[in-house]
């Protein structure tokens, strides 16, 4: 009997006769020949119904099983699909025959290696095979249509569904001893999922972080035990703890960041108590302590401006600051409270040499302004071009991942045509706030500066008019620029302090962010431009409660931050057991090299989506290379809001300094 025999009679008497009607998957098993994917010596029993060894403790599986799951995950040619568990390749090969793409993973090198020189002999290019921990998908190719797990779990890793697209299946074997039950899982929504039950299996177990690992009751491991030195030890190991945010051992730590010209701190969200008031504690310390005097933040510069008028004794002029959406970013007792300090240090200095505390926003071109612009435009026009692009803004500040989301926010035809008129209102804006700097006297937008803004503005609202990643990069220069116009105008002495979201301040490239979106951030620019006198600083939590809305210009709420995900730096971090303490990539080689390779980390901006958190906050990166240092506050609280103006109108003192 020849080969092509054997398969066709394998085809008929284990597959098409136990029920497997799917011609895609039938026509596939003819094809791919298996007696090139079982181990030298065993080609005669491969067309046997049965698993056969394949080196590294493993089985390439039963015909009828692989058939079985193929044909429920449901598979189209035009396809993306990922496969875990390679083995010996043989399911990797026939879905590549139905898919468009199959992207597979292996935690057995060996068998990797083995699978890829197979397919490379058979010509099947359609395949990219990955050496690692599957239990956690494969984030840079996702989203995938089908999702077929070839070992089974103890419960399914949330990571593989939120890797699903709209629609998507997922075909696993789950249970916590043999056999295990099949399972196909749909997602059927943003957060919701159908499952079904397929049957008995047995499965060799999936390894992994969010699989069964050694602490697993159930798992006797078959792989080496665990070195002593793990990541978390040495995360352990390696923090400066300090008692308190508030205590001298945690400012002095930032002693050695006192050389640098630009210090960067970060925050992992936009409404946590604790890093406002870190930042604060830091930012004192560095200005009574290293010579620093400036400090600009991730906000629009007319409102920074108005608290800058009002920390060197000058009289606030226009309406209160930090009035839109998100309010409660610089509108808190927490932030509050460091404009008093810089007022009462300023008029300390008074005529003293030293020169005052200076506060500037990044943003010149107004943001926040010009989006409330949009919308109140928009609002008045067509509400579906404004939800449109309220769910488009969603994705500008700061990172946001949200595919799903973002393909509802199509424009429409009225969202284009409103271009110019909205463009026109935002030029407005900025005119009038240059003329409003300019009878104030503030001498650092001079008129030369001013004529560059007015030059550029076009290009820069109606990029941010239709939001997306090229809005983010424009954003994000002009924030650079910014620091570059205020090292300049300064002088050679100035040593600027910079507060602004974890996402701008570490250095994309080590990030998801350019990988994926090609996108650049405030971080990777400052240090570019100031090699070697640039420090960025992160900063992050596990668990807690955050203040963050649900959707672009919704209230500000109350949430609860879940627990960070297994396989996340967060979770190392936590996992240390220790609550607050500072990481200093340069002090530990072996750290560094340790934490060096992409893992996962928590984004939450303005907007907090719990419900999607994997697939809306997390991103891979690589921490020791996106920031010099990473400050850990085990659990946080959010920010303590103050009055809404318009409410506090009797309130006096209240809501003092932003009450005026
Ligand atoms: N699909 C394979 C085939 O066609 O030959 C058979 C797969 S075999 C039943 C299961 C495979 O999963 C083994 O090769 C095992 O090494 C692999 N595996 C187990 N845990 C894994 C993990 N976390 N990531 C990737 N592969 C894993």
Redesign the pocket.
């Known amino acids: 009997m020849t080969w092509a025999q054997s398969r066709d009679r394998m085809v008929e008497q284990h597959v098409i006769r136990r029920g497997i009607n799917d011609r895609s998957v039938t026509m596939a098993m003819r094809t791919v020949p298996r007696e090139l ?1 079982v181990d030298p010596g065993f080609e005669e029993f491969a067309y046997e119904d049965a698993p056969l060894a ?1 080196g ?1 403790g ?4 039963q015909p009828y099983i ?1 058939a079985l799951m193929i044909e429920k995950a449901d598979l189209d040619a035009g396809d993306n699909v990922l ?9 990797a090969a026939l879905v590549s025959r139905i898919a468009r793409h199959v992207y597979t ?4 090198e060996p ?1 990797a290696n083995q699978a890829k020189r197979r397919f490379e002999k058979l010509g099947y290019r359609n395949i990219d095979v990955r050496i690692g ?3 956690k998908g494969w984030i840079k190719a996702a989203p995938f249509d089908a999702i077929i797990v ?2 089974g779990v103890p419960e399914v890793p949330s990571s593989l569904k939120e890797q699903l697209d709209l629609g998507g299946r997922l075909v696993i074997p789950v249970g916590e001893g043999e056999p295990q039950r099949l399972k196909r899982i749909t997602r059927t929504g943003v957060s919701q999922f159908e499952e079904e039950d397929l049957g008995g299996v047995m ?2 177990p ?3 972080e969010d ?1 069964w690992t050694a602490r697993h009751p159930m798992y006797t491991p078959t792989t080496p035990a665990p070195q002593a030195r793990t990541p978390k030890d040495l995360i352990a190991n390696a923090a400066e703890e300090f008692l308190s945010i508030d205590d001298r051992s945690f400012t002095t730590l930032f002693d050695r960041f006192a050389r640098s010209r630009i210090v960067l701190l970060g925050e992992s969200t936009h409404g946590t108590s604790e890093f406002y008031r870190a930042r604060a504690a830091v930012s004192r310390y560095l200005i009574e302590n290293h010579g620093f005097n400036l400090i600009a933040v991730e906000a629009d510069w007319p409102d920074a401006a108005a608290i800058n008028r009002i920390i060197n004794g000058r009289r606030a002029s226009g309406d209160p600051p930090f009035q839109r959406f998100p309010s409660w970013m610089w509108r808190n007792r927490e932030f509050s409270d460091f404009v008093s300090w810089m007022q009462a240090e300023n008029s300390a200095r008074g005529s003293s040499r030293n020169e005052p505390i200076r506060f500037y926003g990044l943003d010149l071109y107004n943001m926040s302004g010009s989006i409330r612009a949009v919308l109140d435009f928009l609002d008045g026009v067509d509400p579906h071009a404004a939800a449109a692009a309220r769910e488009r803004y969603g994705c500008l500040s700061p990172w946001q991942n949200n595919p799903a989301t973002y393909g509802r926010a199509v424009l429409t035809d009225a969202h284009r045509s409103c271009e110019d008129a909205v463009l026109q209102q935002c030029k407005d804006l900025l005119e009038r706030s240059l003329e409003a700097a300019a009878t104030d006297g503030d001498e650092f937008l001079d008129a030369a500066q001013s004529a560059r803004l007015l030059a550029a503005a076009e290009r820069y609202y109606r990029t941010m008019y239709y939001g997306g990643p090229e809005a983010w990069n424009l954003r994000d220069t002009y924030m650079a620029e910014t620091i570059e116009h205020l090292v300049d105008f300064h002088g050679p002495d100035a040593k600027i302090i910079v507060w602004a979201h974890n996402s701008h301040i570490g250095d994309a490239r080590f990030t998801e962010m350019a990988a994926g979106r090609d996108e650049l951030n405030l971080g990777q620019l400052c240090r570019q431009r100031f090699d070697g006198s640039t420090s960025l600083i992160g900063f992050g939590t596990n668990s807690g409660e955050v203040l963050a809305a649900s959707n672009w210009d919704g209230p500000a709420e109350i949430k609860k931050i879940k627990p960070s995900l297994a396989g996340s730096y967060e979770r190392l971090c936590h996992e240390t057991g220790k609550e607050r303490f500072l990481l200093d990539f340069d002090r530990s080689k072996e750290l560094h090299a340790e934490l060096v390779d992409d893992r996962l980390q928590r984004f939450i901006g303005v907007i907090y989506r719990p419900e999607s958190e994997r697939l809306s906050h997390y991103m891979q990166t690589s921490m020791p290379r996106q920031y010099d240092a990473f400050v850990w506050l085990d659990e946080t609280h959010t920010v303590t809001p103050l009055e809404d103006p318009a409410m506090a109108a009797g309130g006096g003192d209240e809501t003092y300094p932003f009450g005026l």
């Not at 493993?58 to 599986?61: A, F, K």
Request: charged content about 10%; overall charge negative; glycine content about 16%.
């Open positions: 994917f394949i590294q493993q089985t390439i599986s692989v496969e875990i568990g390679t083995g010996s390749g043989y399911a993973v292996e935690r057995h068998l921990d599957g239990s070839s070992a499965f060799v999936l390894i992994g699989a």
